[in-house]
């Protein structure tokens, strides 16, 4: 494919050395010549010189043929420009780093959208959604990383027999605002049919709107869980983000941080999280917050070392589980060995999504490692005409255990059913079988592609 990268930086250079290994024909853009100079020494890319915001340094780089645009660079509102003026000019996805939580902020205005860019990603927001997934369950399906947050997800565990117990899962007539995404049986993950059943011991994701959601967790016999104690150390955009994914569920959240600004504003907003002002690096402070009865310690401030020896610390009080934020690859091998049990490198999980953006026809985002078992999440755009637009889903033609998750439209994410009608310009959240995943996308691309 061919990639254009805007920003040869600290992320855009690693990303880019990577789509390399990858064998894609990379264009760097950077407009400090040092920079450019020392990309086009060390990787086998084409660099151009100059600013990502302007049209005539776009221009130079080709951007009209570009498969993918990444805009990243360290300024937020030159990654969205940029982005923005590369789809106009031909690029045919384009996607913008960005860290401020304003232009993720759906309520206030939908920036994605606007701007018609394929993908916002933040760092930050992927650390705190992977520290989330390994909390509750690694196998589970995480439909916040695809739904913006507009679609609630909840685990349970059948525990005992009930009426909806071993019926076939049509046969519940469940309200058109939840479904069951997975079904967890016997150490394995498997997406369901209508004729599928729940029976005593599975573990089941529901998805939909969280009211309803209660409403169908009294059908079934389910595990009470005891709320998890959760200590997060640092409360950036990582903390805040890991806070919110947390909170309103099986959840007791607290943040610690150091600046106390910053927890006035964290309190204020936050009712549901406990904030307190603390150095996560001080026994005392640690003592004080309770860190032996933690359920999960997990550190996310500013630095590497402060995070691995914030959890060293949490490990010898008696913290349960110890997770942090490492940024450095060279920290590998002493991790193991100083009791942390999770590590999370912003740098990788940005780059896992930029690879998840590299393919072609109508899937915007693949990632084959996600759930597991086999199973795929997916963004599929809708294209003009394609076959699924032709009827209601129900009348909809697509390979077997295959589940449409989210609708994303205009900004907002709906809860597909057998009733609901695809239009042209969609993105559908999907989970399938690899093996039926170009059979699925042949259903939502355009007849004449």
């Known amino acids: 494919m061919r990639i254009l990268v805007l920003g040869g930086g600290t992320v855009g250079g690693s990303i880019a ?4 290994q990858q064998r894609h024909k990379v264009t760097i853009v950077e407009k400090n ?6 990309l086009d020494t060390e990787l086998d890319v084409n660099v151009v010189v100059g ?3 302007e049209s005539s340094v776009l221009f130079q780089a080709n951007v009209g043929s570009a498969d993918l645009c ?6 937020d509102e030159c990654n969205i420009v940029a982005a923005s003026m590369a789809k106009e000019m031909g690029a045919t996805r384009v996607a913008a780093r960005v860290y401020a939580k304003i232009f993720r902020d759906l309520s206030t205005f939908d920036y994605q959208n606007h701007f018609r860019i394929d993908r916002l990603l933040s760092s930050e927001h992927l650390t705190a959604m992977e520290f989330a997934r390994q909390i509750r369950d690694a196998s589970s399906i995480t439909i916040e990383y695809f739904a913006r947050g507009q679609i609630e997800m909840q685990d349970v565990v059948i525990m005992r027999p009930s009426h909806a117990t071993n019926k076939k899962l049509y046969e519940l007539r469940l309200p058109p605002e939840v479904r069951i995404g997975s079904i967890g049986r016997n150490g394995k993950i498997f997406i369901p049919t209508a004729n599928d059943t729940v029976e005593v011991g599975d573990r089941i994701s529901l998805l939909g709107d969280q009211d309803r959601l209660e409403d169908v967790k009294k059908m079934f016999s389910i595990q ?13 955009e990582t903390g805040r983000h890991l806070a919110q994914v947390l909170s309103n569920r099986r959840y007791s959240v607290t943040i610690m941080d150091t600046n106390k600004k ?14 307190v002002c603390a150095n996560a690096l001080r026994r005392n402070d640690l003592e004080e917050e309770g860190i032996g009865g933690a359920d999960v310690f997990i550190a996310c401030t500013g630095g590497d070392e402060d995070n691995i020896m914030a959890c060293v610390e949490a490990e010898a009080l008696g913290a349960k589980k110890r997770m942090a934020v490492v940024t450095r690859s060279d920290y590998a091998n002493v991790i193991s060995r100083l009791g942390i049990n999770e590590v999370v490198s912003p740098r990788s999980v940005m780059t896992r999504q930029v690879v998840g953006l590299l393919n072609a026809g109508p899937i915007v985002f693949r990632n084959s490692s996600l ?10 755009e809708v294209q003009k005409d394609a076959p699924v637009t032709r009827g209601t889903l129900k009348d909809a033609i697509l390979p077997p255990k295959t589940l449409l998750a989210a609708i994303l439209r205009e900004g907002f994410a709906l809860l597909p059913n057998a009733k609901s009608v695809l239009q042209q310009g969609d993105t559908v959240v999907a989970f399938a079988h690899a093996e039926t995943v170009v059979e699925l996308a042949t259903a939502f691309t355009s007849p004449k592609n």
């Open 17 to 20: 050395e990577v789509l390399c």
């Open 33 to 38: 010549p040092d920079v450019a100079e020392q």
């Open 51 to 53: 600013s990502a915001s």
């Open 70 to 75: 990444l805009a990243l660079t360290g300024n």
């Open 224 to 236: 009470s869980f005891k709320k998890q104690n959760v200590i997060i150390a640092g409360g950036g």
């Open 262 to 275: 910053r927890c006035e504003s964290l309190a204020a907003v936050m009712r549901e999280v406990t904030v």
């Open 371 to 380: 759930v597991g078992g086999g199973i795929e999440a997916l963004e599929i």
